[in-house]
């Protein structure tokens, strides 16, 4: 009787990308730093801001231990700021775009290069930010239309609406309008429908990263 070797196969796992933009954005991108790379070896982040004190803050290699953990080799966490050539006439040059979502649209533009080369080979993407500011609100559109050229499947795109107080709604409803329009399929989330109305920015997106935006991106990553 002749036997015959048993064969490992090696099943390859899908690429899934999460490209978090502005500051809500790069807040989601640093909580999922927390997971272990090791468990999550085909999840690749890109953490895109206009802020470049807020990426240095958030990502400091050398006072976070976990951050270690994730590849720059393999580009496991990819950080990017928008901007940062300064070649636009609205250019923030690493200071924020002031709430202002054309300047955050110019410094998207500026690195649609490196944008793209990030969303092209993800077997799976979603696009994460909160919409109403200027970053997120210019960017998030616009990476939505790169998605459209470059990719032969349309990404996820989860979007936090501000609060009714802060005045920006009509900023984000355009801005969301433009991805929905574009038949991105769009999850929506609503600072305005927390139970506690009382808190803060911070404290919303702590709320909304930890008990929403991760678990259900963990969740989509099993699914995939």
Excluded at 52 to 57: D, M, S, T
Excluded at 118 to 140: N, S
Excluded at 190 to 202: A, F, I, Q, S
Aim: aromatic share 4%; proline share 5%; net charge negative.
């Amino acid at each position: 009787m002749i036997q015959t070797p048993i064969q490992t196969l090696k099943i390859s796992k899908p690429k899934l990308g999460i490209a978090c933009f502005g500051g809500c954005g790069v807040n989601t991108a640093k909580l999922l730093t927390r997971l272990d790379p090791e468990q999550y070896d085909h999840l690749y982040i890109l953490a895109a801001n206009t802020d470049a004190r807020q990426l240095e803050q958030k990502f400091d290699r050398s006072s976070d231990k976990n951050l270690g953990l994730w590849s720059e080799e393999a580009k496991q966490l990819e950080i990017l700021q928008l901007g940062k050539k300064g070649e636009g006439p609205n250019s923030d040059q690493g200071d924020g775009a002031g709430g202002d979502p054309e300047i955050g649209r110019q410094a998207t533009q500026e690195c649609e290069k490196e944008i793209k080369a990030f969303i092209e080979d993800k077997k799976a993407l979603i696009l994460v930010g909160g919409l109403g500011g200027g970053t997120g609100t210019g960017a998030l559109p616009l990476v939505a239309q790169y998605c459209l050229e470059v990719r032969e499947d349309k990404p996820l795109a989860v979007v936090i609406m501000p609060f009714a107080r802060e005045h920006r709604i009509p900023k984000a409803l355009l801005a969301r309008n433009q991805i929905v329009g574009m038949g991105i399929p769009t999850i929506v989330i609503y600072n305005e429908k927390l139970p506690d109305k009382g808190v803060t920015m911070d404290q919303a997106w702590d709320v909304i990263n930890e008990s929403c935006l991760v678990p259900m991106l963990l969740n989509l990553k099993e699914m995939i």
